[in-house]
Each structure stands twice: as structure tokens, then as C-alpha cells.
């Protein structure tokens, strides 16, 4: 078996295991705002000091979205929280805890444009039950909106899927000869999404994969308590 990477690595094997979690992810896009990505516009904070300051809109309703408005309240000049919906998917407690603070929160608002020269100054919001439009003075927008997964390549490969997962046997074999898979991007009957789960499966897979990459191995190894 030959398996080509996106970069035209090939690695020759006996088996394959994919542990591929459920894709890769990429950030669900404010509209019409890709260009001022890297000017203002970012989809998550890896230092909380380069929005010390600064006039920020943090759109989402999310964890992250609150995480962050807590986190920078304290440094920022303002925080403005706009979410298109009055329910949120973020920790109540933390909930709590931004509209106790100084952060203003709007709620069935939504991004309709972002402006500016080279950096972002102005964001035009408009409310979604009203139709009423503000615009925004802020020297940053955090796009809190989560992620999209995408399995990619893999779609391709001609494995069994359901619900953009691969289905496999008790085994982890999926429905193409020596290819197994394990944790999240797996799907069968009873199936429960734990990190636990992803292990054991993953030790299933190697047993059952091993006796393919060499005949001579035995497919349960024995207990580590057995072996003196």
C-alpha cells in the first residue's frame, strides 16, 4: 500500500490507522470581511496584550466569544459583544459574569460591513428584528463564531461515511481492505464521544493492524499483569 501526502510524500505500509479527529478546522467568516484579516480582524486572541487599549467588537455567543470579553475587559479601552440571537451557548456563569462587567451587549445585532484604511476603524452593525444600523469607532473585531470541519482529502478516499464520520467494525476496520480508524472520526452503532473512548478504540485498531504489518503477532498482546 502506497500513500501519497498533499505534498507528494509517498510512505509505502502494510496498514493505515486514521485518527484524523472530525477534520480540519477553519474559522466561520465574518461576511465580506476576508481582506482585513491580519488588520484588525481576528478570529482568536493569542496574546491578550496587542488588544490593550483598544476600542474591540467581539462578535459571537459562543465560549470563546465570552472568554475573551472577560479576559479583556479589564485592559481593553471598551468591548462591545454583538450576537445575532438573545441565547447563548456560553457557561451561564460566564454569561453572568460579562453582563455584570463593563462589556456592552447587543443581542439580535450582526456584522454588515467593516471599513477602514490600511487597519479597521469603523463596523457597520445592523439589528436583525428591527432593522436598525449603528456604526461602530473600534481598532479591533474578534469573529468568534466557531469553526467548520472539513474531512478533505479523506472524502475522496472511497471510505464509508455517515454524518462526516467513517464508519467502522468493532475492529475499527473501515469498509477498505488494512485501513482502520480511530477516535472522533469514527461512527458506529452505541458510539459515545469521550477521549476515553477515542483510546481504547485507538488500542483496538493498532491490535487489530498489527497481525496485517506482521503475520507472526498475536492480535491480543495479554495483560501486562500476566507477563513476568
Known sequence: MVVTTHKQTQVRCR?????????????????????????????????LDEL??????????????????ISLEPIAKSITLVHRRDRFRAHEYTVSQVMDSSVEVLTHWEVASVRGAEHVHEVTIFNNQTDERRTL??????????????????????????????????????NLPRIFAAGDITSYEGKV????????????????????????????PGHSSAQH
Open 15 to 47: 496498514a493505515v490507522i486514521v485518527t484524523a479527529g472530525i477534520g480540519t478546522f477553519t474559522p466561520r467568516p465574518l461576511p465580506d470581511s476576508e481582506d482585513w484579516e491580519g488588520r484588525g480582524l481576528m478570529y482568536f486572541v493569542p496574546r
Open 52 to 69: 490593550a487599549g483598544l476600542d474591540v467588537l467581539i462578535v459571537g455567543g459562543g465560549d470563546s466569544a465570552f472568554d475573551w470579553a
Open 137 to 174: 469607532s473600534v481598532q479591533a473585531v474578534v469573529a468568534a463564531l466557531g469553526f467548520k470541519a472539513d474531512l478533505g482529502p479523506l472524502k475522496r478516499w472511497g471510505l464509508k461515511q455517515k454524518a462526516r464520520k467513517v464508519v467502522v467494525e468493532t475492529t475499527m476496520a473501515t
Open 193 to 220: 464521544d469521550l477521549i476515553a473512548v477515542g483510546f481504547g478504540e485507538a488500542a483496538i485498531a493498532v491490535n487489530n493492524a498489527a497481525p496485517i504489518v506482521d503475520p507472526s503477532a498475536r492480535l491480543f
